[in-house]
């Protein structure tokens, strides 16, 4: 970690490397033909087992009277292989922004306030074993680990209040302007806030983020507008977490929806419960996840095992198995596993 350049002005880098050895099978949905799906096991190594793997720089210059300027970039990287993620090389996060007694402000590509609130609350953070994990934006299905219909965690384009902590109580909210407005179609306006109490041993918290996407297109002549509904994922996220001293237990119930030109899906109503125990330098952690929608359910659990080598560096090993009702185009219900040990270093 690179300090302090002045009393003034200071200028981070940091960084987090996780790679792990991964055995997962990927099925394939279960039929009358193929009753045992025709799933793959393979044996991997894997990047970004507990965190996802990157590298970054956080930014502050003191302006006098309470106010600072502040800046972060922060890329990701598969350690396996050494190849960028997300895209773009500060996929990751890129944000300016201006910090005071209150509050800041931000602008640019940042995690939403409903990811704030939810990878604070849920037990396991969004590991590779996260009962919680789903299919990103307009995904109704993605055939992975975790019950859940998912979210996209990061919003480009926008501009983000974090409240500072008051006696407990702090809250945020987030707007991306989506920048793809054309004659012929909406632009895809994200919105998210977050309210959270944290005091002694109590925790809870209200969630709320609603994804638009691109609307449809004129075409034929005469100009005929297809699919110019609106097109939107909206998730609402309740949340609590107590905190026993031996064990913290915490759960969560969430309500996600799709609206798709207009028209809205069935709600698939999501919760978790889990439990974590520090015994020493090993934590345990548990965790059950379900998502339902009418008779159709998904549902994951998961166990994580963490010991501290040091303060920076943690060795681990994580299984979760997730099972699937009426999923991909044969519609029948699938098994997916994965199981690795691993470890994880912060510099």
Known sequence: VIGAVSAQSSVTLYGLADAYIASERIGTARTATTPGGNGVTQTMISSGGLNGSRWGLRVSEDLGGGLAAIAQVESGFDISNGTSQQNSLFGRQAFVGLKSGFGTVSLGRQYSSYDNLKVGMSLQAHSAFDATNGGYAANTYKPSIGAWRGYNPRVDNSVKFQSNNFSGLSFSAIYGMGENKRSDASASNTFGMNAMYANGPIAVGLG???????????VGSPAVQVGNGKNELENTLLVGAYDFGVAKVGGGYNEA???????????????????????G?????????????GNNKNDSIAFEALYDLS?????????????????????????DRRAGVGIRHRF
Do not use: C, H
Request: glycine share 12%.
């Open 208 to 218: 709320y983020q609603n994804e638009g996407f691109a609307r449809g297109v004129a």
């Open 281 to 293: 330098a090993t934590t345990f952690k548990i965790q059950y996840a379900e998502s339902k929608i």
């Open 257 to 279: 929806r799709t609206r798709v030109n207009g028209a809205s899906s069935p709600k698939a109503k999501e919760w978790f419960l889990g439990l974590t125990a520090p015994l």
């Open 311 to 335: 303060k920076r560096t943690t060795a681990y090993v994580g299984y979760n198995i997730s099972n699937f009702d009426n999923v991909g185009p044969t519609g029948g219900d699938m098994k």
